[in-house]
């Protein structure tokens, strides 16, 4: 059942930040086409870098704070949940801070 449910997480988030959004394409419009492909693409590829990012941080603290014994091919009982729980939050705390940047980003003044 776990792996039905983090495959279907990996499938959401592809989609949330595998391509452009509409309001990042509404501020391309007055460009002609092939600059608005360059753009979306130059977007894209800036997108996936952050998200590889963001997955190589997590896997490292994770890592870090919860592995303490290498006597084993295979994680402990305890350093399993530990890397369950840690990686929980991360993505609980990433996407609150995320939230809470496109909040302020959607309230501030915009320039004209």
Request: glycine share 4%; charged share 35%; proline share 2%.
């Amino acid at each position: 059942e776990r792996c039905f449910v983090e495959g279907k997480r990996r499938r959401r988030n592809r989609r949330r930040f595998g391509k452009m959004d509409a309001s990042m394409m509404a501020g391309l419009d007055g460009l002609p086409e092939e600059d608005k492909a360059k753009m979306a693409s130059m977007i894209d590829q800036l997108q996936l870098r952050d998200s590889l990012r963001m997955y190589n941080s997590l896997v490292e603290r994770c890592f870090v704070d919860c592995v303490d014994t290498f006597t084993r091919k295979t994680l402990q009982k305890q350093e399993e949940t530990c890397v369950m729980r840690c990686a929980e939050k991360f993505l609980k705390h990433t996407m609150r801070v995320g939230m809470r940047f496109a909040e302020l980003n959607q309230n501030a003044p915009t320039q004209d």
